[in-house]
Nanobody, 129 residues
Framework: VQLVESGGGLVQAGGSLSLSCATS????????IGWFRQAPGREREGLSC????????WYTEAAKGRFSIFSDSGKKSAYLQMNRLKPEDTAVYYC???????????????????????WGRGTQVTVSS
């Protein structure tokens, strides 16, 4: 199983970035993909989930209104479009493959600390003021 995030970088406040999560080694359609981030000295923060069976989505308050999640089953990839970025969005962004949308929801909202998910290594996003 492999998840590889890409698309991070340095952007000015107010700008946009589109993150990608390329996956392999599992049946993409049977999993949900979640996006998370972790800033230095802070706990991991859940952002969004997408269920690859029916494209159900969920956003936490941190992501709602500025971030959009979507996936492409043919490419076995998920994406996080981030708009109107703020300096406080600076973090390493991770994607995770979770066995169900409901488990992804529990993971993203912090109800669960782990759900036997698979993680990528992350991509750095830095937003300058």
């Amino acid at each position: 199983v492999q998840l590889v995030e890409s698309g991070g970088g340095l952007v000015q406040a107010g700008g946009s970035l589109s993150l990608s999560c390329a996956t392999s080694g599992f049946n993409f359609g049977d999993y949900a993909i979640g996006w998370f981030r972790q800033a230095p000295g802070r706990e991991r923060e859940g952002l969004s989930c997408i269920g690859n069976r029916d494209n159900s989505t969920w956003y936490t308050e941190a992501a709602k209104g500025r971030f959009s999640i979507f996936s492409d089953s043919g490419k076995k990839s998920a994406y996080l479009q981030m708009n109107r970025l703020k300096p406080e969005d600076t973090a390493v962004y991770y994607c995770a493959a979770v066995r169900s949308f409901f488990l992804c929801y529990d993971l993203v909202t912090g109800r669960l600390g782990t759900a036997s998910e698979y993680w990528g290594r992350g991509t750095q996003v830095t937003v300058s003021s």
